[in-house]
Nanobody, 121 residues
Framework: QVQLVESGGGLMQAGGSLTLSCTSS????????MNWYRQAPGSQRELVAT???????MYANFVKGRFTISRDLDKNTVYLRMNSLKPEDTGIYYC???????????????WGQGTQVTVSS
């Protein structure tokens, strides 16, 4: 079972920056992808950014040009650098990992406990 531990959330004024970290109990090279989701109060959880096992990255349109997802394989850690923060970025940010099964089209999803990000105006 993959365990994910998140850190780095906090309070920041609009225009500021925060970096979130997610450390995996298993080498992230063996995971199909690692992702950051967020959930604002009263809203559904939404995908923010993705990094695959080969290092490809993808971003939601609402964070393009502001957020950067990266990884450190030696530390089994994925980061989300958030620049130019806006009040609408406020929410709980969740680390998410997809691990392949023996079935080539199967996978198992794992979630971290979440870390709170609050952006004030």
């Amino acid at each position: 079972q993959v365990q994910l531990v998140e850190s780095g959330g906090g309070l920041m004024q609009a225009g500021g920056s925060l970096t979130l970290s997610c450390t995996s109990s298993e080498s992230i090279l063996y995971l199909n992808s690692m992702n950051w989701y967020r959930q604002a109060p009263g809203s559904q959880r939404e995908l923010v950014a993705t990094i695959t096992s080969v290092g490809s990255t993808m971003y939601a349109n609402f964070v393009k040009g502001r957020f950067t997802i990266s990884r450190d394989l030696d530390k089994n850690t994925v980061y989300l650098r958030m620049n130019s923060l806006k009040p609408e970025d406020t929410g709980i940010y969740y680390c998410h990992a997809i691990k392949p099964t023996r079935d080539p089209v199967g996978s198992i999803a794992y979630w971290g406990q979440g870390t709170q990000v609050t952006v004030s105006s």
